[in-house]
């Protein structure tokens, strides 16, 4: 009886000791399987460098960016031209002036500051197709596989666009100073006045910001319609269709003039209003006297500037989180 007890005493023990033993394999497996989760799951950094990566390698990254440049650097040498060309000709008689006439500082800024309204357009459709590529070859699914955190992902996409837009933007602003600088050699230039002189940093730290904030605008128009049709229409219509009809029709019906105003408060007014720092320049001013409306100042435009990339980049958060993928 007493041998039956201690085998019995034995088997206990050998039970206890192995589930003693499983219950410390399962905590091991599962101290070492969530090391392993922490360490396999992407960080920031990693989903940022997967989209750098991303554009990078696409050839339309390199074109529009490419083409973004040149027309930066195409405008400029344009309006550069014209004004040195002004310069040497009489306009009264049409005939050429021995000695040109000085060329004003301001306006040759102001050229710089302008040539980004083109390529704003360029940089806008690379925006869009850089979010909108993922749904229309369908590779947000397998994105959206390696990082689940959608947010991570639309802010990363963000940065990432944000990123080589701006090298353009500085890339075409330095090439564009070269060219212009080429143009005006052999004239004399007239020197900026104590008023103008804000001008310089808008144009040189403000005109690579702009088109950095175009971009980020068109990605969330990118995200919003999910559809490269539908964001580059959208860019589009707010910078070249919208302003053109609203100061059209404001100068059509003397009745509703203050339409004017609405045109300057469209994201591609705001941005040439904003670069051209409120200074009226024979060269580029549109500002007349018979305009009886509200027009901003530089730095109410660039407030308005930032409320329009604010709102459609946080719709196209918003859409990107809770609306699911097709």
């Not at 006045?193 to 730290?205: A, K, M």
Request: proline share 2%.
């Amino acid at each position: 009886m007493s041998s039956n007890n201690a085998h019995a005493s034995a088997n206990a023990n050998v039970m206890n000791t192995q589930s003693i033993t499983g219950r410390y394999q399962q905590r091991s497996s599962s101290r070492r399987a969530n090391r392993w989760s922490r360490r396999s799951r992407l960080s920031f950094l990693g989903s940022l460098k997967a989209e750098l990566l991303k554009l990078q390698s696409l050839k339309s990254t390199w074109i529009l960016l490419g083409l973004a440049a040149a027309l930066m650097v195409g405008m400029a040498a344009l309006s550069a031209w014209t004004i040195t060309l002004m310069a040497t000709i009489d306009i009264t008689t049409g005939t050429t002036l021995d000695q040109p006439k000085p060329l004003a500082a301001v306006d040759l800024w102001a050229v710089l500051a302008s040539s980004g309204s083109t390529a704003a357009l360029v940089i806008g459709i690379f925006g869009v197709m850089a979010i909108t590529s993922e749904y229309t070859t369908s590779a947000i699914q397998s994105s959206l596989t390696a990082n689940p955190r959608r947010g991570m992902f639309y802010i990363s996409k963000s940065i990432a666009v944000a990123l080589c837009a701006l090298a353009s933007g500085i890339v075409g602003i330095l090439l564009a100073s070269g060219i212009l600088w080429l143009f005006v050699q052999g004239h004399d230039v007239a020197p900026l006045s104590d008023g103008q002189w804000r001008i310089i940093p808008i144009t040189v730290v403000g005109f690579p910001v702009v088109i950095m904030l175009i971009a980020l605008m068109a990605v969330g128009l990118g995200g919003l319609t999910r559809s490269t049709v539908g964001g580059v229409s959208a860019v589009v219509v707010l910078l070249m269709v919208l302003s053109s009809v609203l100061a059209i029709v404001s100068m059509a019906v003397s009745q509703i003039s203050w339409l004017g105003t609405l045109a300057y408060l469209t994201p591609d007014m705001a941005m040439n209003n904003f670069l051209g720092a409120s200074i009226n320049s024979e060269a580029v001013s549109s500002v007349t006297s018979q305009q009886n409306y509200w027009i901003p100042e530089w730095w109410q435009s660039g407030l308005m500037l930032l409320v329009w990339v604010a709102a459609a980049w946080t719709g196209g958060l918003l859409v990107t989180n809770y609306v699911d993928v097709k």
